[in-house]
């Protein structure tokens, strides 16, 4: 059974360049989210998805972020421009969710090593 | 708004030396989950356990234990007979859930070094 998995491990690039992030989540799960985290500021949720729908976007933190989860089985996360300050490991997670039901735990993928210079 | 607060930002321990790893959280709902997760060298984050607010019995898993107690709004892990291999990060983590399930809130966790 593969966990969640999330490409590429480790991302160098230039300020001013775009970035793209890609997650696959574990088949059956319905719940996606997205995590950046930073020495400073720990784990903080970016965004999460239900059934591909953006849930809440409200810790993605400018207009550069942008993610997106054209089916079940694929998200993306895009920094345009990037900037030094968004150096950081960003981690993708997913979650089978059931109105009502226990929370289900979250399954984290390795995460993507991101440095802008 | 849920919050969690892990204190304590490093600990040095000795093998085979008892550790605890506080946590303390914040929610206004009466319905909730906690969580902890450790995150080894190697980056990944690994689930330990959920607990729902309902259930203030503590658990035993091998050397690892948790401590729940609603009066003090505390999550508290403690890891007995300390390895090597448990040096890590630990982050303590609430969701809250009154009408459905919402993300996890982690808190800043906890590097724990267990030195041989």
């Known amino acids: 059974d593969a966990g969640v998995i999330q490409s590429p491990r480790h991302e160098v690039t230039e300020m001013g360049q775009e970035v793209t992030l890609r997650c696959k989540p574990i088949s059956g799960h319905n719940s996606l989210f997205w995590y950046r985290q930073t020495m400073m500021r720990g784990l903080e949720l970016l965004i999460y998805f239900n059934n591909n729908v953006p849930i809440d976007d409200s810790g993605m933190p400018e207009d550069r972020f942008s993610a997106k989860m054209p089916n079940a089985s694929f998200s993306t996360l895009k920094i345009q421009p990037s900037e030094p300050r968004d150096s950081a490991v960003y981690f993708c997670?997913?979650?089978?969710?059931?109105?009502?039901?226990?929370?289900?735990?979250?399954?984290f993928g390795s995460g993507t090593q991101l440095s802008v210079l | 708004a849920q919050k969690v607060t892990q204190a304590q930002t490093e600990i040095s321990v000795v093998e085979k030396e008892d550790v605890t790893l506080d946590c303390v959280y914040e929610?206004?709902?009466?319905?909730?989950?906690l969580f902890w997760y450790k995150q080894p060298p190697s980056g990944e984050l690994v689930f330990l356990i959920r607990?729902?607010?309902?259930?203030?019995q503590n658990e035993i898993s091998g050397r690892y234990s948790w401590n729940f107690q609603k009066s003090t709004s505390s999550f508290n892990f403690t890891i007995t007979a300390s390895q090597v291999v448990d040096s890590a990060v630990y982050f303590c983590a609430l969701s809250e859930a009154p009408s459905g399930n919402t993300p996890l809130v982690f808190g800043k966790g906890t590097r724990l070094s267990v030195i041989a």
């Open positions: 997670a997913s979650s089978r969710r059931l109105q009502g039901a226990a929370n289900e735990k979250l399954f």
């Open positions: 929610t206004r709902d009466t319905t909730y989950y």
């Open positions: 607990r729902n607010s309902f259930d203030e």
